[in-house]
């Protein structure tokens, strides 16, 4: 019997086995395996030989191209979504398809392109008992009154603009708080 010891020495790691192997080298066990990772600096090195769990560059790297992606696919979801209602006539043509029009701060604001109605503002208010409401409780309240009532082809664009917001891309991956569950 050979003994044959097999290294694999990389950047971050180390693996490596002993094999036993007969004469013919046809058949053969695997007599031990391992591998180990390096700490990168000495702030890993010291949390690792104190008990403590060490991240590799590679963790770190991977979190931020997790969160590029999902910024890509929101970006994506969203430009397809107003192209959609475009082609229905839902929405008007100049409704910016890549937000590069915004307001003087800055932001982009919903509301110049797809207002509510002040008739849903007032039947809102009633509703909650106030007459100061952010848009997000008017969308909530517009999706209340579309269960039971007909709403304008506007307002079913701007409810589902909004679940477009707010929709997780769980298969993806996502750990988002607004993540449907089916992971």
Not at 40 to 52: Q, V
Not at 117 to 124: G, H, L, P, R, Y
Not at 157 to 170: E, G, K, T, V
């Amino acid at each position: 019997m050979k003994k044959i010891l097999g290294l694999d020495v990389g950047t971050n790691s180390i693996g490596s086995a002993l094999i036993n192997i007969n004469e013919f080298g046809k058949e053969g066990s695997i007599e031990w395996m391992g591998s180990r990772i390096i700490p990168l600096d000495g702030d890993s090195l010291y949390k690792f030989e104190n008990g403590g769990q060490v991240e590799t560059k590679a963790a770190g790297r991977r979190l931020l191209r997790g969160s590029r992606r999902l910024k890509q696919r929101y970006k994506l979801r969203r430009s397809r979504l107003i192209k959609v209602f475009k082609l229905l006539g839902w929405i008007s043509q100049d409704f910016p398809e890549n937000f590069k029009e915004q307001n003087h701060d800055g932001s982009f604001n919903i509301n110049n392109y797809l207002s509510l109605s002040e008739t849903i503002k007032q039947e809102a208010y009633r509703e909650f008992g106030t007459d100061k409401i952010s848009d997000d409780w008017l969308i909530y309240y517009l999706r209340k009154k579309a269960l039971t009532e007909r709403i304008t082809l506007q307002e079913l664009a701007r409810i589902i603009y909004m679940l477009n917001q707010r929709s997780c891309d769980c298969r993806q991956g996502s750990r988002s708080p607004y993540c449907c569950g089916n992971r």
